[in-house]
């Protein structure tokens, strides 16, 4: 069974710091773009970041662009999202995905149903 679960999400303080996680089993993803969107309450699930099957492109959203970093590590099958510098406004549950989709700037322009794989999500909260 093919499946992605991210995890490293919690409560921090603005300003502060996550690592996010995304492990994938079922079959290996290096041959996939991966990247990470977000979705607040009330609001359409969003594009943050994707980085390409090598890991040596990446693309961000404007809105967490110099703030936070996508990376990979296709021998550990994993995709990881460091956030810094985080905001009240990046309070969200973010998660993964996977597909073979290969022009990097269009992911922005993606509905959910047009990626290939999801995770379940994890809980970021950003306090003020």
């Known amino acids: 069974q093919v499946q992605l679960v991210e995890s490293g999400g919690g409560l921090v303080q603005a300003g502060g710091s996550l690592r996010l996680s995304c492990a994938a089993s079922g079959r290996t993803f290096s041959s996939d773009a991966m990247g990470w969107f977000r979705q607040a309450p009330g609001k359409e699930r969003e594009f943050a970041a994707v980085i390409n099957w090598a890991g040596d492109s990446t693309y961000y959203a404007d809105s967490v662009k110099d703030r936070f970093t996508i990376s990979r590590d296709n021998a550990k099958n994993m995709v990881y999202l460091q956030m810094n510098s985080l905001k009240p406004e990046d309070t969200d549950v973010y998660y993964c995905?996977?597909?073979?989709?290969?022009?990097?700037?269009?992911?922005?322009?993606?509905?959910?149903?047009?990626?290939?794989?999801w995770g379940q999500g994890t809980q970021v909260t950003v306090s003020s």
């Open positions: 995905a996977a597909s073979h989709h290969p022009y990097l700037s269009g992911w922005r322009y993606l509905s959910p149903a047009q990626l290939d794989y």
